[in-house]
């Protein structure tokens, strides 16, 4: 794996904006950042292919695991009136996009190794399944991508139109940065090139009608909903409840089993499933269960908020956030590699259990919030 500067294109961020990803800089630096680019060989990127699918086969075998013995939910933060629903939701089984990325870290020997898994709202679609292959179709049109995320998500709405009903409401909530409105409209495009016809609401717009229905803003009958809104943040809302209580008159997508494998919680017992799997860090409870060099997360969190990184049993590292009263767990340090002081997370994307494309974030030690988006290619 290499890293190699660089000169962005003239004029790259009329030729971004073009492509849907008008949120291109933040304070001023680039949050698309083309001055770099990953080099990876065909096997390595082979080596992510089945890290990513094999991780997909362990959370599918860890969401059956708890669906037998729910006690275990006790730490996953969910609340005890909608564990019933989470569970109910999984053994039934209901359509689902099930895509998500797999944030590896690895430097590009041996075998990655998993971070987390984010399903439920991830983000950075746009730029992994489009800007940075047409960027590569540009700058390096004899080499290859690992990019396929655009079409195998057509795909999969195309393959769930019928049990929509060939429509389908789209929403998230105003976020300052657009981020999330970015992702929701290159979503709903997506669905519409599917063949659905689409409707887009905020989600501070959606209500309940007399009967405890879900309804838009023009009071018409959700009857399934594409949100970029996370589950534990529904269930924390005042209508949260009724929500659970009627999941049978909507469609949700992601459905709310997702707060089975989006929480941090599930990676202490994936290591207990599978304490020899190839990907996996050791993770547990408290620090004497992964060594003394590891990292204390929030099982809940945005944006690398809340991060602690230990070595040799003391704190090197350290990111703040809102979610100090969440309950946190420990996993074992895998030290990103470093190309001049930017350390790459390597986020693969999965569509229905199959490796759908590479998208590269890097920053400091602490992935967070002012992380830049790394085009890639394939050579040799």
């Known amino acids: 794996m290499q890293r190699r500067s ?49 991780c997909h086969e362990l959370f599918l075998k860890a969401g059956d695991h708890l669906a037998k013995r729910p006690e275990k939910l006790a730490r996953f933060g969910i609340p005890d ?69 655009h079409d195998k998500l057509i795909e999969r709405w195309r393959f769930m139109a019928r049990d929509l009903g060939g429509r389908l409401w789209v929403t998230h909530h105003a976020d300052d940065l657009h981020e999330d409105t970015v992702t929701a409209t290159y979503m709903r495009d997506l669905a519409e090139q599917a063949g659905l016809e689409t409707r887009g609401v905020l989600i501070d717009r959606i209500g309940l009608d007399s009967e405890g229905r879900i309804v838009d803003e023009e009071d018409y009958l959700i009857t399934a909903l594409f949100k970029l809104y996370p589950w534990e943040w529904i269930v924390a809302e005042n209508y949260g409840r009724e929500i659970v209580r009627r999941m049978d008159s909507c469609l949700w997508l992601e459905p709310i089993w997702k707060m089975l494998w989006s929480n941090k919680a599930i990676l202490p017992l994936l290591h207990e499933l599978e304490p020899k799997h190839p990907n996996l860090l050791p993770a547990g409870w408290d620090a004497a269960s992964v060594g003394p060099d590891h990292v204390v997360k929030p099982i809940l969190a945005r944006e690398g908020a809340n991060v602690v990184i230990v070595e040799a049993g003391r704190e090197t590292a350290r990111s703040e956030g809102p979610y100090r009263e969440l309950g946190q767990l420990y996993q074992a340090l895998y030290p990103l590699p470093s190309f001049d002081g930017a350390y790459p997370v390597l986020g693969v994307w999965t569509v229905g259990g199959e490796a759908a494309g590479l998208g590269i974030r890097e920053g400091g030690r602490i992935t967070a919030d002012d992380a830049r988006f790394v085009p890639h290619i394939i050579e040799g």
Not at 25 to 49: C, M, R
Not at 112 to 136: H, I, R
């Open 6 to 54: 660089l000169r962005p294109r003239e004029g790259w961020q009329r030729i971004v904006e073009e492509q849907g990803l008008v949120w291109h800089t933040q304070d001023g630096k680039p949050y698309w950042d083309e001055s770099a680019t990953y080099v990876f060989t065909l096997k390595q990127i082979e080596t992510l292919e089945a890290a990513a699918e094999r």
């Open 81 to 149: 009136w909608a564990i019933d629903a989470v569970l109910a939701e999984w053994k039934r089984d209901r359509p689902a996009l099930d895509y998500g990325r797999f944030d590896f870290g690895w430097d590009g020997t041996g075998e990655p190794k998993l971070f987390e898994y984010n399903c439920d709202t991830p983000t950075s679609m746009l730029e992994a399944g489009v800007v940075q292959w047409q960027w590569k179709e540009e700058v390096f049109p004899d080499h290859d991508q690992f990019t396929s995320l």
